[in-house]
């Protein structure tokens, strides 16, 4: 496992817990993204009632998704056409690869969205604002001026990610209105990257697409809010105004997926029409994420670590700033080799703040080590005693360093 570090950071994670836990060794998995809460039992059974489904279909989806996709995003304001792939990151890829123009990321931002520039080589053509936590990561929107007035007449396309993942965090609806303002002022396309946009704490969190519906692709996925990452089913609505650039990524699609798993748009489709069971799982699952948060987070109350508010999900992004000099005695000065010491020593998992373009020295935490049923188990029932070790265990950690 000497090489482990070179690897990429999620199945970094994976492995070398898989390699801990062969040895029979305590593992403090922070590191995974995914909600490991269990799907609804009706999803379940509606992958069995529509297993036999096996025609192929085009990269709109299923007639009867796409009808019902359309259903939830349509309004007064704009109309929407559907793209549907295997998961969201296909679809940021296909969208990312389809758009003639410069492309914006805010970092810290998702991994793949970065990955997916230097595969399809596009760094000629990438910008990047950096967010830090002086400013809970929000854009400066004087410098996203400023960057979209250099830009000039040339097409361009921001990736903004709300609620955020590493960070956790999210814009307020002030926030998203008066950067909707800057962004229509300078015509500047827009992927919302909403996979985290249901689990936001605030309960009247809007859509950027709610300001500027002409500008903004809204991206979404039965991944984190209905817990089934491994399903790979995500959906793209395009405004009609962006009517061309729907058309390109549908060929695109097309050439190079074909189209998601049929059964699991089906059961998909199944499952959405039932807004009242999905309002209620979404609603439990952000009243369970709250109480873990509200467990775990007061560990870090007499430690020097800083971090921005949890405004949704389950990631929390710590700053080891402080600890700096004490950090750089045991030969750790960057967030790598940070995360790196604190597998090794502590087995510990997390994600280093170098994977999604921050070169702060901090760390992604994902609150997701534990197992629950929504629909049978009582929330304070929850079993997160290993996360709560982890934290103490990071907190003796912390206290060696002074």
């Known amino acids: 496992m000497d090489n482990i570090i070179s690897i990429s950071p999620t199945l970094q994670s994976k492995l070398y817990m898989e390699h801990l836990q062969k040895e029979g060794k ?20 509606l992958m069995k009632k529509y297993a036999h489904k096996k025609e192929y279909t085009s990269s709109q989806g299923i007639p009867e998704l ?12 704009m109309s929407y056409e559907i793209l549907v792939g295997n998961g969201l990151k296909e679809l940021l890829f296909v969208v990312q690869c389809a758009f003639k123009g410069k492309i914006i990321h805010v970092t810290p931002s998702w991994v793949s969205y970065k990955e997916h520039i230097d595969i399809l080589e596009r760094n ?39 609620p955020n993942n590493p960070t956790g965090t999210c814009y307020s609806n002030k926030e998203l209105e008066s950067m909707a303002k800057i962004l229509k002022k300078h015509n500047c396309v827009v992927f919302g990257d909403e996979i985290y946009l249901n689990l936001s704490y ?5 859509s950027l697409s709610y300001y500027i519906p002409e500008l903004v692709i809204r991206g979404s996925s039965v991944s984190k809010d ?13 405004p009609e105004t962006l009517g061309k650039l729907f058309t390109r990524c549908c060929q695109y699609g097309s050439s190079v997926y074909s189209c998601a798993p049929v059964p699991i748009q089906y059961a998909t489709q199944e499952l959405l029409e039932n807004q009242e069971l999905c309002t209620s799982y ?33 990631y929390v992004y710590l700053d080891f700033k402080s600890y700096k000099e004490g950090l750089k005695k045991i030969g750790v000065q960057d967030s790598i080799q940070l995360s790196h010491y604190l597998m090794v020593n502590y087995h510990i998992l997390t994600v280093a703040a170098q994977h999604f373009g921050d070169d702060s020295l901090s ?35 912390l206290d060696s360093l002074k």
């Open 363 to 397: 760390l992604r935490f994902s609150l997701v080590d534990f197992e629950f049923d929504l629909e049978k188990e009582d929330i304070k029932d929850v079993n997160i005693e290993n996360m709560k070790e982890g934290f103490q265990e990071l907190c003796t950690f």
């Open 66 to 77: 796409n009808k019902t996709l359309k259903t939830m995003y349509n309004n007064g304001k």
């Open 26 to 45: 305590k593992v403090y998995n922070f590191g995974l993204g995914q909600n490991s809460v269990k799907q609804p039992e009706l999803y379940i059974d």
């Open 124 to 162: 000629d053509d990438l910008i990047e604002i950096k967010t830090s936590i002086e400013n809970k990561f929000r854009v400066d929107l004087n410098v996203l001026d400023n960057v979209l007035q250099e830009i000039g007449d040339e097409p361009k396309m921001i990736l903004l990610n709300y």
């Open 202 to 206: 605030n309960p009247k969190q809007r």
């Open 226 to 238: 209905l817990a089934c990452g491994g399903y790979r089913l995500g959906w793209c609505a395009f």
């Open 282 to 314: 979404i609603e439990k699952m952000k009243d369970l994420f709250s109480h873990i948060i509200g467990e775990l987070i007061p560990f870090l109350d007499n430690t020097k670590i800083k971090y921005p508010g949890i405004e949704a999900s389950w």
